[in-house]
């Protein structure tokens, strides 16, 4: 009876440390280990697109003189810099005109030659369809493109607008410098390679 006794101690005594090794083994989520976070440092380069209520597709275009658009067609002043500031916000850089998109109190969008924590900071909320929402941290308004001729905008302005964010091209590789081929000899001439009387335009080495 003391044996069974025993045994049974020592069974619970198992079950016990079992429990505790299971507990300690769950998995627990890491604060922002989620791929889709975008950690601090982290660059990318992409064209914001969108066709969410517009009537035809457009690009987010920040202009030399701090104007942004929506554009149909991609240019060089579509091409973003996207830089996480933190994970889930991010600062948006035209790569062309080196201008920081930033948002008024009103949400009106503009580009600026300096960075502002408050008017360029964005909460980047991934959507499950791939398309993305940029709201300002600091004011919680939508990233909201203004249709190019159009002075004013029917649509409730708070309503969120989806952007899929395209890769960009990559850089092309620098052309190889192009190297003269040589001259042919002048067959006619007494001095055909030139060894006597250089060219006109030759290295004085080429007397030597």
């Known amino acids: ?7 049974f101690q020592h069974l619970g005594w ?6 505790l090794l299971l507990g300690a083994c769950q998995a627990h989520p890491i604060p ?11 660059v990318r380069q992409r ?18 003189d701090g104007t942004v658009v929506g554009a149909a067609p991609r240019s060089p002043e579509s091409l973003l810099e996207l830089k996480a500031l933190k994970p889930g916000v991010v ?11 930033c948002q008024g109190p009103d949400g009106t969008l503009y580009g600026s030659l300096y960075f502002d924590l408050v008017a360029c900071s964005f909460r980047e909320l991934l959507l499950e369809d791939g398309y993305n929402i940029y709201q300002s941290e600091a004011r919680g308004l939508p990233l909201r493109l203004m249709p190019h001729n159009s002075p004013s905008w029917d649509l409730d302005p708070w309503g969120p607008t989806r952007f899929l964010p395209l890769p960009g091209q990559p850089p092309e590789p620098p052309e190889p410098p192009r190297v003269l081929a040589p001259e042919p000899p002048d067959v006619g001439s007494s001095d ?13 080495s080429y007397t030597s």
């Open 47 to 64: 064209y914001l697109y969108t066709d969410d209520a517009q009537e035809t597709e457009a690009h987010l275009e920040i202009r030399a």
């Open 1 to 7: 009876m003391g044996s069974d006794k025993a045994s």
């Open 14 to 19: 198992w079950v016990l440390v079992l429990a």
């Open 192 to 204: 055909p390679l030139s060894m006597v009387w250089p060219l006109q335009g030759r290295s004085p």
């Open 91 to 101: 600062q948006i850089l035209g790569v062309k005109t080196s201008r920081f998109l």
């Open 32 to 42: 922002d280990s989620s791929p889709l976070l975008q950690f601090g440092g982290q």
